[in-house]
T-cell receptor
Framework: DVKVTQSSRYLVKRTGEKVFLECVQD?????MFWYRQDPGLGLRLIYF???????EKGDIPEGYSVSREKKERFSLILESASTNQTSMYLC????????????FGDGTRLSIL | DQQVKQNSPSLSVQEGRISILNCDYT??????FLWYKKYPAEGPTFLIS?????DKNEDGRFTVFLNKSAKHLSLHIVPSQPGDSAVYFC????????????FGQGTTLQVKP
């Protein structure tokens, strides 16, 4: 069974801090994704990576960066946290096949004060 | 531009009856559509998918219908159970989009005992 693990379930940080969200998958998937979920807006893609050291911007990359040094690990970085980045952050991984659905972690509820 | 839309934020049905969740899309390039289910404090889990060359796919109590001419798909749950109460997201996928999923806003389903 696929396991996507996010390092923290809940996180509280202060405005201006640099924040790291970590995600690890155990299925050797090529693709990994970071989303944020906000009420009424669904899941919006922040960044994704289709290979080690490769990354592409999603729909809302502003204020974020990512790092993928190893295949199983994908990190989301908030360079200087702001209150509008308070949200639920979801990591996902998936294969390259057309019928390989993405598998999600349980999410990190991040609050920026 | 919202390529995948779920226009009903919420739906309430009685246990044992049918639940119908709707989704509209604008992008004709989608190869697959997927439905995900999300409980509070958990990540979304894959439920069922349908290829764009089919008009129906069934898995137990869950059936997804696709009407390409109307650019509309629906998820039917029969019979509905209280454990089905969750947020349901539909998503579109096209292979030329590097495996990205485009999600709708989600519909919250409440099944009353």
């Amino acid at each position: 069974d696929v396991k996507v693990t996010q390092s923290s379930r809940y996180l509280v940080k202060r405005t201006g801090e640099k924040v790291f969200l970590e995600c690890v998958q155990d299925m050797d998937h090529e693709n990994m994704f970071w989303y944020r979920q906000d009420p009424g807006l669904g899941l919006r893609l922040i960044y994704f990576s289709y290979d080690v050291k490769m990354k592409e911007k999603g729909d809302i990359p502003e204020g974020y960066s990512v790092s993928r040094e190893k295949k199983e690990r994908f990190s989301l970085i908030l360079e200087s946290a702001s209150t509008n980045q308070t949200s639920m952050y979801l990591c996902a991984s998936g294969g390259t096949g057309v019928n390989q659905p993405q598998h999600f972690g349980d999410g990190t509820r991040l609050s920026i004060l | 531009d919202q390529q995948v839309k779920q226009n009903s934020p919420s739906l309430s049905v009685q246990e044992g009856r049918i639940s119908i969740l709707n989704c509209d899309y604008t992008n004709s390039m989608f190869d697959y559509f997927l439905w995900y289910k999300k409980y509070p404090a958990e990540g979304p889990t894959f439920l069922i998918s349908i290829s764009s060359i089919k008009d129906k796919n069934e898995d137990g109590r869950f059936t997804v219908f696709l009407n390409k001419s109307a650019k509309h798909l629906s998820l039917h749950i029969v019979p509905s159970q209280p454990g089905d109460s969750a947020v349901y997201f539909c998503a579109g996928y096209y292979s030329s989009n590097t495996g990205k999923l485009i999600f709708g806003q989600g519909t919250t389903l409440q099944v009353k005992p």
